[in-house]
């Protein structure tokens, strides 16, 4: 319904009640509504789970349709990111939001700092969706508010050609809310426990919840020793849980994200049921590191396979774990890839331990013999060094070719002496071509980087302790944060506006009109910002 519309029915809503609704405005009302858009989570979902299918169609057409996102610990954070891409970039398109786990364990857990094994409340996790989309519909409303002041003056000034072109965007505005992958971790229990938290997590608008296929009671950080993977089944009963959520809500197009460890995870906790030889369960125990027995010799306690005749004994650990042929893990991978996507998800999530496109590639090349489009979401991680990933792989490059390397040490390229010379620049080159290479080359649908906020808030606030508690003194906010935010034009350089003052006061003119005691009157300190 477009702006005049809805003020047009409003209007005759309130005439409707013979004059007892006539202190409401219709206009106002109108401009209320267009500022709150999504009345519940499940607006939001359902509205970005539409998005996401789509982009997933345009990146199957093509590869540079990818998409990105940044992790966001605080709703904040999200609305700045928001606001700041659609400045820069004019639009929001495939541009997402992204919460993780191990931003949630480590920021936002009541315990305090914890490591990423699914230490944390899981009902903090819908609470952040819910705050991520309540700063974005602020952010909305913000903006919004601001082209109703501007229509405003031009109607004041009698300028209609301006008051139409204004009406025109308000129209069309574009939203800040954008789809969220949601991580939710191992699933925080068994597949009851599962489906729970997804409710919980799509009612607060998540259209795209990531599982992982690790033991949920001993989940680890995918860039951590010590992961332990469960069976095709038991991983498979959680995957069906998120989706009967996803349906039960009417999320229909929902997004199911299945994210393999096995790369790195060298344990299992359980041996799989297998019914018959080269069922999911024969397969997944073939990986399995075992010794044959004579049953003469066989110990208490000891666990035996039958296989082709022969009795074996997988290798078990003190803690009751079960031990992984070594090597195995890229198989590992990719079969549990290919069951998922049989077996209802969508997107795939392989945790690697280097950015290396080739090494993902291999993967994904032997997946889509099976699923000709699977698709992945890849985690650009801060845990991976980037700059001496990217220079040895450069330096690895060119001694394969016969290039002369010796003006470089392979040990120490993270030096800043690096810096600036040819191999450092073909590094930083293929980092910044990282992402569109990768989608190109090894079916990557969705960069994201899991914590990125996480480095940039430490980085900043370093940064002015150092400046605030030296020499600089005041000097160190003005001229290295203040100033800028003026310059680059940083929305909440007027924070007063950005939390929400003038709202507040377009809500108090309209319930109290002219006896509103408003905020933003001449003697605001925020008009100093106004140039």
Request: charged share 25%; with cysteine; net charge negative.
């Given at each position: 319904m477009t702006y005049s519309n809805d003020i047009a029915q409003t209007d005759s809503l309130i005439r409707s009640f013979g004059g007892t609704w006539d202190g409401i405005s219709a206009e106002s009302v109108a401009r209320m509504r267009a500022q709150n858009r999504f009345a519940t989570g499940l607006d939001i979902a359902r509205y970005t789970a539409r998005i996401m299918r789509e982009d997933m169609a345009a990146y199957d057409a093509d590869p540079a349709n990818?998409?990105?996102?940044?992790?966001?610990?605080?709703?904040?954070?999200?609305?700045?990111?928001?606001?700041?891409?659609?400045?820069?970039?004019?639009?929001?398109?495939?541009?997402?939001?992204?919460?993780?786990?191990?931003?949630?364990?480590?920021?936002?857990?009541?315990?305090?700092?914890?490591?990423?094994?699914?230490?944390?409340?899981?009902?903090?996790?819908?609470?952040?969706?819910?705050?991520?989309y309540t700063f974005l519909k602020q952010?909305?409303?913000?903006?919004?508010?601001?082209?109703?002041?501007?229509?405003?003056?031009?109607?004041?000034?009698?300028?209609?050609?301006k008051a139409k072109a204004i009406q025109t965007q308000i129209d069309n505005?574009?939203?800040?809310?954008?789809?969220?992958?949601a991580d939710i971790d191992a699933g925080f229990g068994n597949a009851e426990a599962t489906y729970l938290l997804a409710k919980k997590m799509i009612e607060a608008g998540a259209c795209a919840l990531q599982i992982e296929n690790q033991v949920s009671d001993e989940k680890q950080c995918g860039h951590q020793d010590g992961k332990v993977t469960v069976p095709h089944e038991d991983f498979l009963a959680k995957v069906r849980a998120c989706r009967y959520a996803f349906l039960e809500l009417g999320v229909e197009d929902g997004i199911i994200v299945t994210r393999t460890d096995s790369l790195g995870a060298g344990l299992t906790?359980?041996?799989?049921?297998?019914?018959?030889?080269?069922?999911?369960?024969?397969?997944?125990?073939?990986?399995?590191?075992?010794?044959?027995?004579?049953?003469?010799?066989?110990?208490?306690?000891?666990?035996?396979?039958?296989r082709d005749g022969k009795l074996l004994r997988p290798k078990r650990l003190a803690s009751n774990l079960f031990q992984f042929r070594a090597g195995t893990g890229?198989?590992?991978?990719?079969?549990?890839?290919?069951?998922?996507?049989?077996?209802?998800a969508d997107l795939l999530w392989i945790e690697t331990e280097k950015p290396h496109i080739e090494q993902i590639a291999g993967m994904v090349d032997r997946i889509r013999e099976v699923v000709p489009n699977a698709k992945l979401v890849y985690n650009n991680s801060p845990s991976f060094n980037w700059t001496l990933n990217f220079r040895q792989q450069v330096y690895d490059a060119w001694a394969e070719a016969g290039e002369d390397v010796s003006a470089y040490d392979r040990a120490k390229l993270m030096s800043v002496e690096y810096d600036g010379t040819a191999l450092g620049n073909e590094a930083d080159e293929r980092i910044r071509t990282f992402q569109r290479d990768a989608a190109a080359r090894a079916g990557i649908f969705h960069h994201l980087i899991t914590l990125p906020t996480y480095h940039t808030a430490a980085l900043s606030t370093d940064n002015l302790a150092r400046e605030y508690f030296g020499d600089a003194g005041m000097l160190g906010y003005v001229k290295n944060v203040q100033r800028e935010e003026i310059r680059q034009g940083i929305a909440c350089v007027k924070h007063q506006n950005m939390s929400g003052s003038d709202i507040g006061d377009d809500h108090k003119e309209y319930f109290a009109g002219e006896a509103a005691l408003k905020a933003g009157g001449a003697h605001n300190t925020m008009n100093q910002f106004a140039a």
């Open positions: 990818y998409t990105q996102s940044l992790g966001c610990w605080h709703g904040f954070i999200a609305q700045q990111k928001m606001i700041s891409i659609k400045k820069h970039f004019g639009s929001t398109k495939r541009r997402y939001l992204y919460l993780s786990g191990w931003m949630v364990a480590a920021l936002r857990s009541e315990f305090g700092p914890l490591p990423d094994q699914s230490m944390h409340e899981k009902t903090s996790v819908p609470a952040l969706i819910e705050e991520l952010a909305d409303a913000r903006e919004l508010g601001m082209m109703f002041r501007d229509l405003d003056a031009a109607r004041e000034a009698g300028d209609e050609v505005y574009e939203t800040h809310v954008v789809p969220i992958i906790k359980q041996i799989a049921y297998s019914k018959e030889p080269g069922d999911i369960g024969d397969q997944y125990n073939s990986f399995l590191d075992c010794e044959e027995i004579d049953p003469a010799t066989a110990r208490n306690g000891d666990v035996v396979l039958n890229e198989d590992r991978c990719v079969l549990d890839c290919i069951n998922s996507l049989q077996n209802g």
